[in-house]
């Protein structure tokens, strides 16, 4: 295996965060996707109409999302008045998820298709199995599920996108695009990663980096895998075996590190995607379908019918929402996508009881203690903030983004060894990191075992990412309780870290230890 390489820190684009959150420049191919006409059930077909001024609303939900649907269908079961606007427009992406995570939550009946083992390769013919079941997600049984709960739990709706929303001395109001404009004592932002407009983010976090993936579902003769197997990650050469790849220090967007994504539906349906994990800036739609198709001419593969084409593009990392604003957010408007996997649908479902309960609870205590008041419902936005991005919360995201970080900065090389060891570490471990479900001290355990199982050369990268890349310093502070820089003694206690791990790499590489 050729030495890794570390790729420079890049420079933030000009255009801005909420730019890139929209599509950049392939912002063209990502309305393309959002517009798909598919045949799914109709939010207006099923749930009461929303008419403004016809009831006192205690939550409005904007976005009609998985994540929006749920929320709206959680609070109501809370025995709130909802509220839910946006677009009627079906379910787009295609979903993949663990299998347990979907069982744990009563939904494993919105899986079409259940493989029983998940496959890795890296840089040979021979795979990772993982153990791990995994499912694609029925975009129509899904709907059709959240949109029941819906209707059983009383959510009212009102077809139109949104505005702004304008805070009021009782609450808020939504103004809606169709030229009405409905109160409600809280609203809850969930339509999605690019909602800068109606959400405040903090400034001066990380940048925002992008997961970009092209697919396509399509029939083929001979599919070259286990078709019972999903074919989760596969970082081998896209050009085939002994093509070897570019040396990333003259870094070029055609030599970042991408992988083949493939469902197979049956032994002659294939859902084949490229997928780039994160890339900053993003890597383009165009890329990643010229080496999809080179790959499946590699592989001896002829599409026989198309059936369906995927832009898939997930902003991740980035700043977090500004906790103190009086409207709330949920899904990925309020950055819960996992920083360096991409996986958000799975944590907003599990999620969503819970907020649901914090919202109820904030509105109780706020109504039964000043009436509605301006301020009061300002307190029960931010005391419902404080469930959703806790500081421990806050430190899971900042040790999840110095990770993503980490991952920006590696040659393919690198992120072979990155995941040969990742799978390799106590299954308790890997599978919590994926589903966002360890705390911020596991975390640290998840840091030392990747450190205790890699080879010198990836200890030797973990640590001179932790010492020189600004979000070292900026997870220690997370870590630290410091939100806006060290206190002297602080300041001290990470210089000294940052030493002693500085000491370590030396000495490691200096006794002459494998640092490929």
């Given at each position: 295996m050729?030495a890794s ?23 063209d191919l ?9 045949d ?30 749920v ?5 109501a ?6 509220g839910l606007?946006?677009?009627d ?6 979903y993949g998820?663990?299998v ?21 390769y890296?840089d ?39 505005r ?11 103004r ?32 925002v980096?992008?997961q970009?993936?092209y697919?396509i ?15 989760f ?6 050009r ?31 859902f ?24 499946l ?12 084409e995927e ?16 409207h ?7 950055n ?10 799975a944590?907003?479902l ?29 307190e ?20 999840n ?6 991952i ?21 471990l890997?599978?919590g ?6 705390s ?13 199982k890699?080879?010198?050369g ?14 070292g ?5 997370v870590?630290?309780g410091?939100?806006?820089g ?11 870290l ?14 002459g230890g494998?640092?490929?």
């Open positions: 050729q390489t570390i790729i420079a820190p890049e420079i933030e684009v000009p255009e801005g965060q909420e730019y890139v959150r929209r599509g950049g420049p392939d912002a990502v309305a393309k996707q959002a517009a798909k006409s598919l799914q059930p109709k939010l207006a077909d099923t749930l009461a109409a929303l008419i403004p001024g016809e009831c006192n609303l205690d939550l409005i939900v904007v976005g009609c999302g998985p994540a929006g649907m929320l709206a269908a959680e609070t079961k809370k025995g709130l008045s909802v606007i946006g677009p427009v079906p379910f787009v992406n295609n998820v663990w347990d995570e979907f069982e744990a939550i009563g939904l494993r009946h919105c899986l079409d298709v259940i493989w029983q083992d998940t496959a890795l890296l040979s013919d021979s795979p990772i199995l993982v153990g791990r079941g995994y499912g694609r997600v029925s975009r129509e049984l899904l709907r059709a599920e959240l949109l029941e709960r819906c209707a059983k739990a009383g959510v009212l709706y009102m077809d139109s996108s949104v702004g929303i304008d805070d009021g001395a009782t609450g808020s109001t939504v809606c695009r169709n030229g009405q404009s409905v109160q409600s004592k809280l609203v809850t932002v969930a339509s999605g990663a690019a909602s800068g407009q109606l959400i405040e983010y903090e400034k001066g976090g990380p940048g980096s992008v970009t993936a697919g579902e399509v029939e083929i003769d001979n599919y070259p895998f286990d078709p019972t197997v999903m074919h990650m596969d970082f081998r050469d896209y085939g075996a002994g093509a070897g790849h570019a040396n990333l220090d003259d870094l070029e967007e055609d030599q970042r590190p991408t992988f083949l994504y493939a469902m197979p539906i049956t032994p002659t349906r294939i084949f995607e490229e997928t780039s994990l994160a890339a900053r800036p993003a890597m383009s739609f165009d890329e990643l379908k010229r080496r999809l198709y080179i790959r001419k590699t592989l001896n593969l002829e599409v026989k019918t198309m059936h369906e832009w898939s593009y997930i902003p991740v990392g980035g700043a977090l929402p500004v906790t103190t604003q009086p709330l957010a949920f899904g990925a408007a309020a819960m996508v996992h920083p360096a996997t991409g996986y958000s649908l944590r907003s599990t999620e969503a009881p819970l907020f649901a309960a914090q919202i109820a609870t904030a509105l109780e205590a706020s109504t039964g203690s000043a009436s509605g008041s301006g301020r009061s419902m300002k029960a936005a931010c005391a419902a903030w404080d469930g959703l991005w806790s500081r421990e919360r806050k430190r899971q995201s900042a040790f983004v110095f990770g993503l970080e980490l920006l900065r590696q040659d393919l090389d690198g992120t072979r060894e990155f995941f040969d060891t990742f799978f390799r570490l106590p299954e308790p890997w599978k990191f994926l589903s966002s479900s360890l911020s001290v596991d975390l640290l355990g998840f840091a030392f075992m990747m450190f205790v890699g080879s010198n990836l200890r030797y990268r973990l640590i001179e990412h932790l010492v020189t890349h600004p979000q310093l900026r997870m220690l502070q870590y630290a410091v939100e806006t060290p206190k002297p003694k602080q300041l001290a206690g990470t210089v000294a940052a030493a002693f791990v500085a000491t370590v790499a030396y000495m490691m590489t200096s006794m494998n640092t490929s």
